[in-house]
């Protein structure tokens, strides 16, 4: 990819795809409220004169990804002729620009189809941005000053509990020691969990065997979907506790602790760290999560947790509606007595309902995902949010393209704001990374490695020959699939 600096480069079209995955038929991404899932990719490429090229996406699970391509095309128009730098050298004003279509703006505003629509463009923009530097996304971010990270984000109706002056001094703050911890993650790799091990839809016999794996890959944070029969998720729970609560199942490779309770030395992690503190850590270090996503009202999601209590979860994930901001206030405030947290953000459709569940005390944990907010510009104010309010940022991640995504943001705020990542843990599963120019991979430690390639950008670029199989309705496999019927 040549790289261009040319200030009278200019997008002149663009190409958008319509990519379903069949997952439906493995269980694959199955919960108690998504059964069958086809995962998804909404995906645009946005070419400009000079060589440039950004692709982005979006995120759905099958039927109604063709509605969420329109509105990408929508959103796209208004892009063609304007100038990729005019929008690099303030990625705050083209996010604003980019939502501010005075007619689209009403089928939102910033929120539904449109907003998943607006994230999947401006994707691509950051996608352009970071290619057009020859770098990683996340690098481009971290090499900027805190100045030119503020104007990248979003800030409109946020000011109330973050301003641009208070953000711009927590950068300066963290500025220091940003060289360090880039050459540490870069070293050790961004910490990980793995949910591909217990999707509802799979046996006890499958989870038990994939939960074994993942504890011999390195991951220590498992997480567990529940919500559609509690004595079967107390079963399950019970199995998946047994699994990696049990030393047996370590790699040789796996680290040891000297016990503060009886000063023996164990295999595994120190349960009572500063890492795993307050996260019911079992003897071996492993934390367990729970996803109900949004299964329950408020008082079912209370009792039904505090049933799960024997198997020690470190959040509840989901556990309501994600609009619901009070709702999952009273049940973090009931599930207090039983040091069970909650999680949410995968459906908070902006960076206003984060900013009201952290302003509610709702939340121990903040799950942003990168195709549900409107791209780069509206995770970056979420980050600064989080780090004020000193919440984890873990984001949501899987599907299909969310892990590629992902990373780069975890790394943003690691090195450029929050400044730590040891408590945090970046969600992993195992599916149709293959397709992807520059997929994420985990090390040996189950964490994620750190994109380092000067030509992945986003990391979003899937692979043609990916496309032109899985294209609905026209792909060779929807073809085939088509005929036998
Ligand atoms: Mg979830």
Redesign the pocket.
Known sequence: MPASNAMSDKITHFEIHDIRFPTSLTGDGT?AMHTDCDYSSAYISLYATGGLVGHGMTFTLGRGNEIVCQAIAEVAKRLIGREPESFFANMGAAWEFMCADPQLRWIGPEKGVIHIATAAVNNAVWDMFARARGKPLWKLVVDMTPEELVNATAFRYITDAITREEALEMLKAKEPGKKEREVRVREVGYPAYI?SAGWLAYTDEKVAGLMKEAVAAGFNHF?M?VGADAKSDLRRGKLIRSIIDDPQYLPTSASTYTSSIDGTVKKGRDPNSAELKGKNAGPTGAVLMM?A?QVWDVPQAIEYVKSLEEIKPWFI??PTAPDDILGHAAIRRALKESGIGVATG?HAHNRMVFKQLLQADAIDVC?IDSCRLAGVSEVLSVLLMAAKFNVPVCP?A?GVGLCEHAIHLSLIDYIAVSGTMERNAL?FADHLHEHFHYPCSINENGRYNVPSSSAEGYSTEMYKASIAEYEWPSGSYWVKVGEGK
């Open positions: 919960d949910t997480k979907k996803d996503n994930e989901e995968e799950q949501h899987g969600e």
